[in-house]
């Protein structure tokens, strides 16, 4: 008697996503996107600085009962943390394995050699190293205090702020982080916007514009903190 032989499972949507390139594709998109909503939200919170200790320090700790009574205290802050993560993670890993696969697609160099591209898009990959270096010193310096310049003060963020930057080495690390953080939203939101079907030849001046002008903005905006520190505008 012969035995019945079980149909070949199909993969799953999401695991046919993933192994795809053009999925790959998206799924970074999507991820950069969030990081970029963060980081305007994140720059907007920054600027409050400028307006004093009081204004500084309770919206850090607004950033900790947001969402109460509904949710508990910091759950709110832990939820956009572990979106953050997640966005990070499935972020350079999808970099990561695209990269690997357009290096086994191409063995060996072309014969011609292709237009030289932007400073952005030549130093995507790198950037997106240092950016992932800055954030583990970031969460180091201004979230745990392992790293922190002095004395880290929890539930001061005014006076840590001033600590870090206070010193020319956060100063430079800070800075440096940003212009790449800028460089790589420039290419990166226009290189979003067309994998998600944005990009239309008519449309493809507005796209570099916007993502020319979020990238400048962002870079501003987090630069004019460490500046603000180093003139005495905010002390």
Known sequence: MALATRPDRRPSMTRTLWDSSVGKKAIMAVSGLIMVLYLAAHMVGNLKIFF?????????????????????????????????LSAVVLHAVSAYQLSRRDLKARPSKYVHKKPRASYATRTMRYGGVILGL???????????????????QAGHPYQNVIDTFSTWYGNVVYIAAVLAMG?????????????LGAGRA???????TVANVLALVLTAGFVSVPVGVMTGVVS
């Open 202 to 208: 008519t449309r493809d001046r507005a796209l570099k």
């Open 52 to 84: 004093g200790p009081d204004e500084f320090n309770g919206y850090g700790h607004w950033l900790r009962v947001m969402g109460e009574p509904f949710l508990h205290h910091e759950w709110a802050l832990w939820l956009v943390r572990v979106v953050l």
């Open 183 to 195: 460089l790589h939203v420039r290419h990166g939101f226009w290189s979003a916007a067309q994998t």
């Open 134 to 152: 800055f954030l583990v010193w970031h969460i180091l310096d201004l979230t745990t205090g392992t790293a922190h310049p002095g004395g880290f």
